[in-house]
C-alpha cells in the first residue's frame, strides 16, 4: 500500500489569508508512460460526503473556486488556498489512485 | 443533476451480514466504474471496493477481501454491497462514490450521503 501523510492535523488560519495544507506518499505517484501525478484532492464540510476539488495533482474540477490550487509531483503535494473564506472550513484529504486508492488521515482547516 | 442515494445501513450484530444499495440517476450508469468507500465515526476515508462498469471485475481492499461482494444491476441503476462475517472495526458511514474515468481512474468525482453501519451487540 502506498501510505499518505498529510501535515500539519489542524490549521487555524485568520479569514482572506493564504491556508497551505502539505500531503506526502511513501512512494511516487508519478506515472512516467503519461507524466501524471495520481493524486486528488477533497474537501468535507460537517455532516457532508466528500466532495472532489482536485485531480492530476493540479486540475481543478468545474465549479471549484479558483482561490484552491494544487500543485507538486513525485511523493510531495500542497494544496493551496490563497484567501480563506468562512465557507473553507472543513477536513481535506488527498488521494492517491496510483495503486489501490489511499488517503491522508486528513487536514482539519479552521478560521483563527 | 447527479444522485447517489445510499440505502440499508442499520445496526447489526458482529458476525451478522448486511445489503447496501446505492440508487443512482442523472448519469449514464453503464458508463462507469463505481466503488464503496467507508468512513469510520470521527476518523479518515478508506477504499472498500470496485466494480467495473459492465460488472465483470471486482476488487476489494484486504480488509473486507472474502466477506464483501461488490455488484451491480445497470438495469435497475444501482450498486450492492453484500457485507457478511461483520466486526465491529466495520462500523462506519460506507458511501458509494462514482469513478471519475469512463475506463477506471480510482479516483471520485460524484459521492452519495452515505449510510452508517454499525456493527455490535
Known amino acids: 500500500d502506498i501510505v499518505m501523510t498529510q501535515s500539519p492535523d489542524s490549521l487555524a488560519v485568520s479569514l482572506g489569508e493564504r491556508a497551505t495544507i502539505n500531503c506526502k506518499s511513501s512512494q511516487s505517484v508519478l506515472h512516467r508512460s503519461n507524466n501524471q501525478n495520481y493524486l486528488a484532492w477533497y474537501q468535507q464540510k460537517p455532516g457532508q460526503p466528500p466532495e472532489l476539488l482536485i485531480s492530476w495533482a493540479s486540475t481543478r474540477e468545474s465549479g471549484v473556486p479558483d482561490r484552491f490550487s494544487g500543485s507538486g509531483s513525485g511523493t510531495n503535494f500542497t494544496l493551496t488556498l490563497s484567501s480563506l473564506q468562512a465557507e473553507d472550513v472543513a477536513v481535506y484529504y488527498c488521494q492517491q489512485y496510483y495503486i489501490a486508492p489511499t488517503f491522508g488521515q486528513g487536514t482539519r482547516l479552521e478560521i483563527k | 443533476e447527479v444522485q447517489l442515494v445510499e440505502s440499508g445501513g442499520g445496526l447489526i450484530q458482529p458476525g451478522g451480514s448486511l445489503r447496501l444499495s446505492c440508487a443512482v440517476s442523472g448519469f449514464t450508469f453503464n458508463n462507469h466504474w463505481m466503488h464503496w468507500v467507508r468512513q469510520a465515526p470521527g476518523k479518515g476515508l478508506v477504499w472498500v471496493s470496485r466494480?467495473?462498469?459492465?460488472?465483470?471485475?471486482?476488487s476489494y481492499a484486504d480488509s473486507v477481501k472474502g466477506r464483501f461482494t461488490i455488484s451491480r444491476d445497470n438495469a435497475k441503476n444501482r450498486l450492492y454491497l453484500q457485507m457478511t462475517s461483520l466486526r465491529a472495526e466495520d462500523t462506519a458511514i460506507y458511501y458509494c462514490a462514482r469513478d471519475s474515468g469512463p475506463g477506471g481512474a480510482y479516483y471520485f468525482d460524484q459521492w452519495g450521503q452515505g449510510t452508517l453501519v454499525t456493527v455490535s451487540s
Open positions: 466494480i467495473d462498469s459492465g460488472g465483470g471485475s471486482t
